[in-house]
């Protein structure tokens, strides 16, 4: 099912989220409904809390629109090594039609739980260990904007403003 992707500057974005104690048959549900909503939007990656839920699970899937399918579900996901620098034009599917350069890390070690409870891991370089860094913030309640300079921030927060009071 797909669902309704929240957007800036609804507060349940800046929530953290809970780990997932007991991988259930809801759980399973709720990887399903977020890659089909992540494939629909289209987007590279959802956050649980991008569509209300404030659990710790992630869906990416960066493969081209040429090549199959590649959906990595990351349950309790972590880094737990991270190296080097990465400076790189970054959009959200909640920060809709804004995009900035974000500074990342650029090679990224992530171990998180599948939907089997097996443990996984996974070393990640380019758009991939942007994405693991950009939706595991999702689950801390960070978005993209949080990481831009304090000018940057306050005129894209202006911008979000202003289009909120078109929409009136």
């Known amino acids: 099912m797909i669902r309704t992707i929240l957007t800036y500057p609804n507060p349940e974005l800046k929530k953290k989220s809970v780990p997932v104690t007991i991988i259930t048959d809801a759980v399973r549900e709720l990887v399903q409904d977020m890659s089909d909503t992540m494939y629909d939007a289209p987007g590279i990656g959802l956050a649980a809390p991008q569509i209300g839920i404030h659990q710790r699970v992630i869906v990416i899937d960066i493969s081209g629109k040429d090549e199959p399918p590649d959906l990595i ?11 080097g620098e990465a400076y ?8 809709p039609d804004y ?5 990342r890390r650029a090679r990224v070690i992530v171990k998180a739980l599948d939907l089997d409870g097996a443990e996984q891991t996974w070393k990640a370089d380019d758009l991939l260990a942007i994405a693991f860094q950009h939706e595991i913030d999702h689950l ?10 304090s000018l940057k921030r306050e ?5 979000a403003r202003k289009a909120a009071e078109e929409k009136r």
């Open 73 to 83: 579900v990351a349950i309790n996901p972590e880094i737990v090594y991270a190296e």
């Open 88 to 95: 790189e034009e970054e959009g959200c599917l909640s920060v």
């Open 99 to 103: 995009a900035a350069n974000v500074k």
């Open 140 to 149: 801390d309640g960070i978005l993209f904007v949080d990481h831009l300079s």
């Open 155 to 159: 005129l894209f927060q202006r911008k």
